[in-house]
T-cell receptor, first 115, second 111 residues
């Protein structure tokens, strides 16, 4: 089991550019979450999916952010256009739906810097 | 809405000593309290969790206690080792799918 795979690990882009973050969850995990982590705001849930369907996107900060999950093994988080305040570490996490006690499994994150 | 406060923000202890991190929550409906450890450059990893029908849970050097009346729960690490150095997050939830996170505690183990 390779765990949750996120790419890229680091992304540096200029303000106004489109950024796409990618996530491959653990096979068989029905829930997928996108989190953002900053020093000022800590861990923030942006959106989560169940069986590829978005369930709660109330944490998505603005219309510039969008997320998709076209199939059970792939999800993307897109920022268009990017702004310096979007600089953060973005985590993808997943869990099984079978048991309430099943943990969240996080990827190692994508560190985004917008200049 | 639900709020989780975590203290201290930084904790420095001598190797071999114990460390205690405390969290309080606001929503009395919360019934699930996990603790995650985040090492540098990695995502958080669950180390222990507790449900509201249990007052204490232990796993080797790690224990969590829950006081439902006071709405607080704590993480206890005994015989600390250098590899315990990390950022620790508490969280609370009435649903295992929607966690409210504490701000984190940076634990430093001094040799």
């Amino acid at each position: 089991d390779a765990g949750v795979i996120q790419s890229p690990r680091h992304e540096v882009t200029e303000m106004g550019q489109e950024v796409t973050l990618r996530c491959k969850p653990i096979s068989g995990h029905d829930y997928l979450f996108w989190y953002r982590q900053t020093m000022m705001r800590g861990l923030e849930l942006l959106i989560y999916f169940n069986n590829n369907v978005p369930i709660d996107d109330s944490g998505m900060p603005e219309d510039r952010f969008s997320a998709k999950m076209p199939n059970a093994s792939f999800s993307t988080l897109k920022i268009q256009p990017s702004e310096p305040r979007d600089s953060a570490v973005y985590f993808c996490a997943c869990k099984r739906a079978q048991s309430e006690n099943s943990p969240l499994h996080f990827g190692n994150g994508t560190r985004l810097t917008v200049t | 809405g639900e709020n989780v406060e975590q203290h201290p923000s930084t904790l420095s202890v001598q190797e071999g000593d114990s460390a205690v991190i405390k969290c309080t929550y606001s929503d009395s409906a919360s019934n699930y309290f996990p603790w995650y450890k985040q090492e540098l450059g990695k995502g958080p990893q669950l180390i222990i969790d507790i449900r509201s029908n249990v007052g204490e849970k232990k796993d080797q050097r790690i224990a969590v206690t829950l006081n439902k009346t006071a709405k607080h729960f704590s993480l206890h690490i005994t015989e600390t080792q250098p590899e315990d150095s990390a950022v620790y997050f508490c969280a609370a939830s009435w649903s295992n799918y929607q966690l409210i996170w504490g701000a984190g505690t940076k634990l430093i183990i001094k040799p």
